[in-house]
């Protein structure tokens, strides 16, 4: 059965938003290695290839599914924040607003009855969850680093060992 022309364009709407994220982490990350961070720009290098990884899954799953994907226009994400700390708010703000929009998603798989969106959605969940919880405990960290150089500098280290592992989605 392919899947409904509500759901297609609700799902479009988050390819759009997952390839947001991702400029929003890339932009993140060209500030942090401006600043000579180069952990944190890593990291934050790590969670755009994520996010890019994120919309590719959603494009797959529309295709697979029958739909049309509608790549549109991506909004410029902003380009300076004040500090590290203010990159993690910030951070935290947006992956609040992704995990709405994917409890949004799947609020409406579980109205129209979409078995399918909603067991592949149920990744999607589980990752928000993650996500958030990971921004927050950095954000903390950032915090308490914030007057002594020499924690941010072991911070910056210890988020300059993440890798890119690519996600398998579904």
């Given at each position: 059965m392919a899947i409904s022309k509500?759901?297609?364009?609700?799902?479009n709407a988050q390819i759009n938003a997952e390839f947001y994220s991702a400029y929003l982490y890339l932009a993140m990350s060209c500030q942090a290695a401006d600043m000579k961070l180069k952990g944190l720009?890593?990291?934050?290098?790590?969670?755009y290839q994520e996010e890019v990884a994120h919309a590719m899954g959603f494009l797959n799953y529309l295709n697979e599914r029958g739909g049309r994907v509608l790549l549109t226009t991506i909004d410029a994400p902003p380009t300076q924040w004040d500090s590290p700390v203010a990159?993690?708010?910030?951070?935290?703000?947006?992956?609040?607003?992704?995990?709405?929009m994917i409890n949004d998603l799947a609020a409406l798989a579980f109205e129209q009855?979409?078995?399918?969106?909603?067991?592949?959605?149920?990744?999607?969940?589980k990752e928000?969850?993650?996500e958030e919880a990971t921004a927050d405990e950095i954000l903390g960290e950032l915090r308490l680093a914030a007057d002594n150089p020499s924690?941010?500098?072991m911070l910056d280290r210890e988020l300059g060992?993440?890798?890119?592992?690519?996600p398998v989605i579904g």
């Open positions: 509500k759901m297609e364009d609700a799902i720009a890593n990291w934050f290098n790590i969670q990159m993690f708010e910030n951070t935290c703000e947006h992956e609040a607003k992704v995990t709405a009855k979409d078995f399918a969106a909603s067991q592949f959605l149920n990744w999607y969940v928000q969850v993650e924690a941010t500098l060992a993440r890798v890119f592992v690519a």
